[in-house]
DNA sequence: CGTCTCGTTGAACTAGTTCAAGTACCGTGG
DNA sequence: CCACGGTACTTGAACTAGTTCAACGAGACG
């Protein structure tokens, strides 16, 4: 084994390491060579954990790093001239957030811990760097880009034609797509966030929202008890929302994995 | 004159080059300098027109390149499952689409020619070999996804809390903005879509549009006759859409040139 | 000339909001 | 341990913005 292989193989041999990441690299490119994700996490990442409620970035707030969540979850929040609050997104593990901020310099939304989260920081300017040597990871940064505007979009799509049944109903169906894509249960779940939130994030009154659930409940559609929800008849919801796409809905969704299946690490030495 | 930047100049002194373009290089990179500009165009651009009507590129179809509108206007749309179909945007001289095919290798939305118009076509794939040597270039593609990004998220906010007035005087004082860029008389101009297509836009009944536009005929706000419009109080309906910064609302909004001043191109020979 | 698309206007209806009251829960401090 | 205050959530009743349905007028096109 050369030199320069064992430099990399020391980089990555640490518990914080992608390479002993539980997300299984859903957030990375997918062709990363071993040679690669080390660059990235030497040059370009760093690992913080936030307390519940702490504040990750400020809307206006110089730009330089975008986000993606290890563990607990994170919702960004739009502020406008009027002061009304806006929820952008809630972001789960392997997501990234942040993306909004290059055009500016400076981030266009607040995001918060919704609970106690580890957060990967990655410096968008050493991550540049990078992919001026590295193709595929320009391939990457674009494609990150590109399916956070599709997600937005389809988000936007979704609002404007929607009842606020849908809406909820589309919710608890996306936030159980993305707990089964990173393999957990996904009729079984907790909701970080406040009926506010919800509410607030789909449009709509927090008074609807509870109703809605409430009549999901009589209807033996779900079972809810605070924040814990249970899918009892998934088929039933799903055909409540027939119009769209819900594979992939919220804003919020970010998954690399979609769509190309992931490649092991290139073997090296 | 070396031989070097005659060759250049050669390809640039055409009538169709974007160094002749009416549009004052309003969507190419801020800091192109004659080199770059040739180079972009002998490689990736490519210049179409088409009539009204005509589909410039179909939803699913495979993703090679974005597009500029050079001259006319462009809508874009999405059709869902259920055979629903939702305006996405509309595009007017300099501003780009097309940019969410990147992560799918398929387009989003179809784009439709709403009257005869000329495109700039720029192949993707060159135009990411061209940003591996030219690191500016890159930066412009990066921006370009994210204010696109912005560009959407903003439209979703704005849809989210906006009463159906404030969406139909936002989007009069969005193409308002969007002609003044262009230096074009700012308070009088003809709107290329059906009332339809504006009422799908903005989620609202056709009706509800027709209404309002009335409505605020009445007021002396606006005077409209069937698509030409002419905004006779732009302090009075800049008022009733308070809340959110109106200066680049919609998501077909598209201009390089906003936030850095041109610069002009660098002096050869 | 009829036919078709586009736009306006009126009247009835309804989904969702707003206002208001009440309940459940949770941590804090006595 | 309970009392306290605050936040989160539910439920009811009144209201309204915007939709839906339906009829009609005006210009465009073969």
Redesign the pocket.
């Known amino acids: 084994m050369n030199q320069q292989a064992s430099y990399w193989i020391g980089a990555l041999n640490t518990p914080r390491s992608c390479l002993n990441c539980q997300l299984g690299h859903l957030c990375l490119p997918g062709q990363s060579t071993f040679e690669q994700l080390a660059r990235i996490e030497v040059a370009a990442r760093q690992q913080i954990t936030y307390n519940s409620k702490a504040t990750i970035f400020s809307q206006w707030s110089p730009f330089t790093s975008f986000f993606i969540v290890k563990s607990g979850s994170v919702k960004t929040v739009h502020v406008n001239r009027r002061g009304d609050e806006k929820v952008l997104g809630f972001y789960l593990p392997s997501e990234m957030f942040g993306l909004e901020g290059v055009v500016n310099g400076t981030y266009g939304c607040t995001a918060t811990a919704m609970e106690r989260s580890t957060i990967c920081r990655l410096n968008f300017e050493k991550l540049q760097e990078l992919s001026c040597r590295l193709p595929s990871m320009q391939q990457w940064l674009l494609k990150s880009f590109s399916r956070e505007l599709n997600n937005v979009e389809r988000m936007t799509r979704w609002l404007s034609y929607s009842?606020?049944?849908e809406r909820v109903v589309g919710f608890l169906l996306d936030i159980s797509n993305r707990h089964r894509k990173r393999h957990l249960i996904e009729n079984q779940f907790r909701l970080g966030m406040?009926?506010?939130d919800i509410a607030n994030y789909l449009?709509?009154?927090?008074?609807?929202?509870?109703?809605i659930?409430?009549r999901l409940q009589k209807e033996n559609a779900i079972r809810?008890c605070?924040?814990h929800v249970e899918l009892l008849d998934i088929e039933l919801l799903r055909n409540r929302v027939s119009g769209e796409n819900l594979q992939q809905m919220a804003a919020g969704t970010f998954d690399s994995a979609s769509g190309q299946p992931h490649q092991s690490f290139v073997q090296i030495g």
């Open positions: 009842t606020a049944e406040a009926r506010t449009g709509l009154a927090l008074e609807t929202v509870s109703r659930l409430t809810i605070g924040r």
